[in-house]
Each structure stands twice: as C-alpha cells, then as structure tokens.
C-alpha cells in the first residue's frame, strides 16, 4: 500500500481529505504510482503530468523520504520505505511568487 | 422571466451572482474553485441548466467543468487538449519557429442548439470541438493550416479567445486569435478562410493586404443579422456587412479606439457599446474616467455612459470576454474589471451600479436570463 499527499488543490478537486492510500501493482516507481492514482482519479490527469508528453508538470514536485525525487526517472524504484508503506510520496506544489 | 444569472471568471476562482428580473438586488455566491484561473464561464443556450468552465492554473494546468444543475454541483469532464497529428511551429516573438504547446483554454462556445456540443478555443491558438458534454475533444486542424506557421503571438500569447455562432446558418463559425485575425468556418470547422480584408495594422504588419496578423481583441453579432458584425482591435473600431469579408473603420468620435470588448444591444442590432482604454502601454480609461461608449448607429457616432460608473481616480481595465447583454426588456449590460468589480445596467447603459465590488481581477462576465 503506498501513501499519497496531494496538494491541497488536488485533493479539493479530486474530493479527498487527507492521505490517498493505492494498492500499486508491480514495483512502485513514480510512473505506476501516478498511473494507479489517475486511474482512481481521472479528474487528476494532466494535473501532475503533461496529458500528451506525461512529463511532470514544471511547479510540482516529488518528495519522499526528506528526498527530492523530482528529477528521478518515472521508472527507478521509489524508496523501500515509501513502497511499505512507511512514508507518504508527496506531490508539492511548489512555492511561487515573491 | 424569473431571473437572471450572471456567471464571472475571476483570476482567483468563479462567481455567480443572480438577481430576479428586476435586476436590483443581486446576491453573490462563494467561489467556486477557489484559487484557479476562470477564464471562462458561459451557459448553454439550449439549456441554461448546461454551464461550462475553464480551469486553470499555473501548477496544475487545464480542467473543465461542467454543471447540469445551474452552476450548484460542478463536475471535472474531459481536459485532454491534444493537437491533431504533428501540430508544427508558429512565429514566436522573435520570428523564430516555436511548436505548438496547449496553455490553456481562453474561451468555451456552447452550440446553439445542443447542450452536449461545446467549442473551445485555446492558447497556443487552435479551436476544439466536443460532442459529449466535454468529456472528450477533438481540434479541427484545418484552422492552423491558414497560415498559422506565419502566426505570432502578441503580448498576451497566442490565443483564440472568440468564437461567434452564426443562428441562421447552423454551419457557420467566426473566431478571433489575437496577432492573427479573424477567421470563418463554413462546414462547422472543417476549412476555414481569414476574413480581415480591410483591416490595417500599420505599427504590427508594413503589408496592408496582410492576410493575417492583424490583433483582433473581440468580434460580435446580432443574432437577428448575422451579415453584420462589429469588432474592436488592438486599435479601430471595425464593422462588417457582408459576413466578414470586408471590413470598415467606425471608431468615429470615440476619445480612443483601443480597447478589448464590443457588445451588441440585445433588441437593437445598431446599438453597440464598447469601453474606451487609452492605449496599448496604458491599459485604463482616458482620463481616469469609467465610460462606456455606445452608438446606436451602428458606429462612427457614438455617446459616453458614465452615470454610476467612476469618474475620478479610475485605472483599471476591462477584458475582452468581460462584458455581456441580457435579453430583457430593457436590454441590461454588464461588465468586470481588473479590480474586481461587476457593474450592471438595467437600462440599456443609462445608469450604472457596482453589483460585486471587491472580486479578484475579473477575466469574463456572461449573463443568462432565466425563464
């Protein structure tokens, strides 16, 4: 089971209070998380990852571990901890304006 | 008529404010999607239950909502913009090439007739087609073969933000792209032809036969006399009679010509009203003073509307989708600002009255007389 943290605008517009919990098929890579969460939530395609290239979308980020994943590639394994469950993959929002 | 609704994109979520036919006291709801771009909001006319919104944002890119219900539940349908095949390049600012990329959608056209068709048009400019409420879109590409390697965008990107739907002739589809002009579907957008013959641009094109390039900022119809339509550039205020294959300057006596939307009067197919910003680096009214400008001729003489509105101290601006007629008797107009306000007029634009005075920027004000 992996945890999920989305963003507070994602989870309004995918309507879920706090963490989404995903059973991932095969090894979890941000790839299979991502597919596995879109699938439960079509609302959220195209809001983490490009509808036609799937690459991330620029302002968000991956953070998992006290690691940012962001620039990972979509199939390297995510950490042990995130896979058991352990630890939250979080997608950020990242901070802009000034 | 037991209402109307007024629907407002704001920089920072949806407001729907609704009043009873009188149109004097006006409660405003919460935010919808609170925090996200509206660009726009408009109601089906064949179902006014049928609403459509463009959502965005900068993190979290493109949705659309759709409501069956009057705007109470909203539902994210489809929001996958895909170019058709391999989409190219268009000018950049530069004169480079640059390939297309989907930004996000400026405007939302529901058919006519049919709740379930809806017409988008997007930046990078192309126009889209759904059948299924939303759920899913197809471009007609065709549009982007007119030239669009020669398109550039102006400083508010490359976007198609108009889209009118000709009444009498079901087929016929104008749409508007800014730093490219305007263009006209005949087989409901399988081929299309510009139509800016007329049309001069002397600081943006030396060519005055350009075909294209000209920064058309709105078009408008009556629907009683599609022949005839009205339009405001980047500067000149342009009419044609003959379907948009001409077209003639009627900035008249206005105090300036710039300016983003043009409205027909519901009932009178001569009575225009446009709003006069002093230029294109100083987007405010002349003088710091509010005016709507109407003529009733047509164009060419036209009169200020300044009662209720700001007449001292004024700079803010007033966007191309944001301005609207409603069908009533008499006509009622409304606009938003950049400063987040919504004026209204129940008189045609004899008086005026702030109905929402401290909303985020406003992007689009649409209006729907309910029966």
């Keep these: ?98 | 008529m037991s209402g109307v609704r007024v629907l407002v994109g704001t920089h920072k979520g949806a407001f729907i404010l609704t009043s009873d036919g009188t149109r004097k006291r006006w409660n405003v709801s919460d935010a919808h999607f609170a925090g996200w771009e509206l660009y726009h909001l408009k109601g089906s006319p064949a179902d006014p239950n049928w609403l459509y919104a463009s959502q965005s944002s900068g993190w979290f890119g493109q949705q659309i909502q759709r409501s069956t219900d009057g705007g109470r539940t909203w539902e994210p349908v489809g929001n996958k913009f895909a170019y058709d095949g391999v989409p190219g390049t268009h000018q950049w600012y530069d004169g480079t090439p640059h390939p297309w990329e989907f930004k996000r959608v400026w405007h939302l056209e529901p058919s006519l007739t049919n709740p379930e068709t809806v017409y988008a048009g997007v930046e990078d400019a192309a126009f889209f087609r759904s059948t299924d409420g939303g759920q899913t879109w197809q471009e007609c590409p065709e549009l982007r073969g007119v030239k669009g390697h020669l398109w550039q965008p102006g400083a508010g990107g490359l976007c198609l933000h108009t889209i009118v739907l000709d009444p009498s002739h079901p087929e016929r589809i104008f749409i508007a792209i800014s730093a490219a002009g305007v263009f006209r579907s005949d087989d409901v957008g399988k081929t299309w032809r510009p139509m800016n013959r007329g049309l001069k641009s002397p600081y943006e094109l030396p060519d005055p036969k350009a075909e294209v390039g000209h920064c058309v900022h709105r078009i408008a119809m009556h629907p009683s006399r599609p022949n005839v339509l009205f339009m405001q550039k980047h500067w000149d205020v342009m009419r044609s009679d003959d379907a948009g294959e001409s077209w003639h300057e009627v900035s008249g006596n206005l105090p300036t010509d710039f300016g983003f939307p043009i409205v027909v009067h519901a009932h009178e197919p001569d009575t225009i009203y446009v709003v006069p910003i002093k230029s294109d680096s100083e987007h405010y009214p002349p003088e710091g003073k509010l005016r709507v400008y109407r003529s009733r001729t047509g164009g060419n003489e036209w009169e200020a509307l300044a009662n209720g509105l700001p007449q001292r101290d004024c700079y803010v601006n007033v966007l191309r989708d944001a301005m609207a007629v409603d069908s009533l008797e008499p006509c009622g107009l409304y606009f938003g600002t950049t400063g987040g306000q919504v004026y209204a007029s129940a008189d045609a634009g004899g008086s005026w009255a702030p109905i929402a005075r401290d909303l985020p920027a406003v992007f689009s004000v649409e209006v729907q007389a309910l029966p």
Excluded: N
């Design chain 1, 1 to 98: 089971m992996i945890r999920v943290v989305l963003p507070a605008h994602l989870r309004t517009l995918a309507r879920v209070d706090g963490e989404v919990k995903l059973e991932v098929e095969g090894q979890a890579t941000q790839r299979s998380v991502l597919d596995t969460l879109e699938a439960r939530y079509p609302m959220l395609r195209g809001t983490i990852r490009d509808q036609v290239t799937q690459g991330r979308r620029p302002f968000l980020r991956f953070f998992a571990c006290e690691q940012d994943l962001s620039h990972e590639q979509p199939d390297t394994p995510l950490p042990d901890a995130v896979a058991a469950g352990a630890e939250p993959f979080l997608i950020v929002g990242a901070m802009a304006g000034g």
